[in-house]
């Protein structure tokens, strides 16, 4: 499903030094992407969970992916390098 893009949305550049970060991690039935994408959305506008546009992955699945994401450590992972490439 093709959606309009956000300003929240990684770029091209910055989703392909992520990718590898995801590499050895389970398969979801949503792209990887699109996940980090829907959480940046989140912690970027503060908009609540349930408020999440609907052309986003659903709001459960996103939270899941984000609270995985949180307690192994590859958010913090995720924020960091994009920090950087931002210098």
Known sequence: MTRKAYDTDLTDQEWA???SYFSKHRTYKWSKRELVN????ITKTGCQWRMLPHDFPPYPTVWSFFRRAKESGLWDTILTELVKKSD
């Open 38 to 41: 829907a959480t940046l959305y």
């Open 17 to 19: 030094h992520l990718e």
